[in-house]
Nanobody, 114 residues
Framework: QVQPVESGGGLVQAGGSLRLSCAAS????????MGWYRQAPGKQRELVAI???????NYASPVKGRFTITRDYPENTETLQMNDLKPEDTAVYYC????????WGQGAQVTVSS
């Protein structure tokens, strides 16, 4: 069974940095796309960043210039470096991978205090 697993996250003050990592077990293929989504309390899940198999990255406007997504292709691992964090970045962050189907991690909490 394919299962992405997040690590990292936690509590940080505004302006600080955190790093999220994700590794998918149980795969015999390489994800075409990998990425990160987040869901804040009372809000819908939203895209944070996505990266293709050729390592082209796209970012949501709120995080552009502050977050950096990287991956080790063809390994199914990725990281999200988050700098200059803001209270509005507080959310559960989900690792995502796509190969025909979509695969999701269980989420990692990121809390940014003001």
């Amino acid at each position: 069974q394919v299962q992405p697993v997040e690590s990292g996250g936690g509590l940080v003050q505004a302006g600080g940095s955190l790093r999220l990592s994700c590794a998918a077990s149980g795969t015999i293929f390489s994800f075409e796309d990998m990425g990160w989504y987040r869901q804040a309390p009372g809000k819908q899940r939203e895209l944070v960043a996505i990266i293709t198999s050729s390592c082209r990255a796209n970012y949501a406007s709120p995080v552009k210039g502050r977050f950096t997504i990287t991956r080790d292709y063809p390994e199914n691992t990725e990281t999200l470096q988050m700098n200059d964090l803001k209270p509005e970045d507080t959310a559960v962050y989900y690792c995502y991978g796509r190969y025909d189907n979509e695969y999701w991690g269980q989420g990692a909490q990121v809390t940014v205090s003001s």
